[in-house]
């Protein structure tokens, strides 16, 4: 068994000897991004339409730097190279961002429902603290039952005879101590 080489045996991995790049997906999200809000940019339109005038300007009338003729063939192709490699970037972008917004809305339906759930709660405490606030006794039906409670009392006492001082007069001496 020690004759097989490292290649067929089967307990030891093989290592791969290609040259591998890792690339981190978010870094590339992130940068997809940045160059797809430059493109929907005005700034960007304007360096592009600056760019496109230098260009056929310098190829029309620069009788020494013409280095694209009439068609503009080597314009056409950096367009379409731009546009090559712009469109998947914001594709990504896009992808990235309806991504976001699925998480955003899942957040949101969560808090709706807690919301719902405590608005429900806080509904069913309020409508039994007024079932029980309309079991308690009031102020006014307490007064009510005391003045029966008196005018009971004042009928089952014996009225007292008058002894010709008045009631306010009974109070002013005493106050002052006679």
């Known amino acids: 068994m020690s004759d097989l080489s490292a290649r067929q045996r089967l307990d030891t991995p ?3 000897r290609r040259f591998q790049i890792n690339v981190d997906p978010e870094a590339v999200g992130r940068f997809s991004e940045s160059i797809a809000r430059f493109l929907g940019t005005g700034r960007y339109l304007l360096w ?3 760019l ?3 260009w056929i300007a310098l190829n029309l009338f620069a009788v020494h730097w013409r280095w694209d003729p009439y068609p503009f063939i080597l314009l056409n192709l950096a367009f379409s190279t731009q ?3 712009a469109a998947p970037l914001i594709l990504l ?3 990235r961002q ?3 917004d699925k998480v955003s809305l899942e957040e949101d339906r969560r808090r709706a429902q807690q919301t719902k759930a405590d608005t429900e709660f806080l509904a069913r405490e309020l409508a039994a603290l007024r079932l029980a606030v309309g079991e308690v006794a009031t102020r ?3 007064r009510r039952e005391l003045e029966e409670v008196r005018e009971l009392l004042e009928a089952l ?4 005879p008058p002894t010709g001082k008045t009631e306010g007069s009974e109070r002013r001496s005493k106050k002052s101590g006679s």
């Open 48 to 50: 592009q339409t600056v």
């Open 52 to 54: 496109v005038v230098v």
């Open 93 to 95: 972008a896009q992808n």
């Open 140 to 142: 006014d039906y307490l």
């Open 157 to 160: 006492q014996p009225e007292k």
């Open 98 to 100: 309806e991504n976001r």
């Open 83 to 85: 546009a090559a490699y």
């Open 14 to 16: 093989r290592t791969s």
